[in-house]
């Protein structure tokens, strides 16, 4: 019996005539297409002129088509895979389909594509010899706080996802994690006809995106440390200090934050965060 491939098909960040030829002919040839959100694929395929219609496959139903995969997979079929821009299993789904391949003994193989992440460094300015792909900041939580801690130690360069209705939260956790004056790329629609890439201090980056609506997809390229303390840990030591002596907590808050440049309400948030701990 021979075993099938899954292939992993990165796909344009945007720009639809980023896709490669070598695309086009994947899913052209594949038996099934695995997509993490059917009308987008299908707006890519049509460009790519493949009338194969695309099965869901995302995070929400990764368990539920496990087995489908797999018999696929064994029965010898080509299985595409594709999310909705990028990579799969970066960021995306892909991961538990790639884990069900090798279970199976299925081949897996890969066809490379545009990426966000490498896009933005690339413009960014920002030293990319070394760097980290942090993906997005958890949203709450002492995992929010323990990555904000991690990320203001990261001496590479950093990259980051935020969505529209979280990126001036991030940029504000990020200026009291990591201080006002870290230089940062902020790359929005990259590839698209809105296509920006904004350039300054996370300091900067928050006021500018607070009096602006955000809108689409954004890649954050963050400079690395340069230095062995954060800014956070000596906001969060010096508020407990003053708690220690009696000074409400709110007060304590509103100094540490003024004289260090930092947001209020994102060292607050910290704050309750460690004494939940």
Known sequence: MTIGCLVLCGTPIGHLDDASRRLADTLAGADTIFAEDTRRA??????LGVGTR???????NESAKAGRLANLLRDGAT???????????VADPGLAAVRVARRVGARVSVVPGPS???AALAVSGLPGDRFVFEGFIPRSGSDR??????????????????????LVSDLEALVT????DRPVTVARELTKLHEEVWCGTISQA????????PRGEFTLVVGGS?????????????????????????????QVADGLGLGRRALYEAVLRRDAD
């Open 206 to 213: 928050a006021r500018e995106w607070t009096n602006r609506r």
């Open 177 to 180: 994690a990591l201080g006002p």
């Open 145 to 166: 706080s323990r990555r904000l801690e991690e990320i203001a130690a990261e001496t590479r360069t950093i990259v980051l996802f935020s969505a529209p209705n979280r």
């Open 79 to 89: 299985v595409a895979l594709i999310s909705d821009a990028g990579m799969p299993s």
């Open 54 to 60: 695309p099965e869901s496959y995302f995070v929400g």
């Open 226 to 254: 340069t230095g062995p303390s954060t800014p956070l840990g000596a906001a969060l030591s010096e508020v407990a200090a003053r708690r220690a002596q009696g000074q409400p907590m709110s007060e304590a808050v509103r």
């Open 116 to 118: 966000s992440v490498v």
């Open 42 to 47: 299908r707006v890519l395929l049509g460009h």
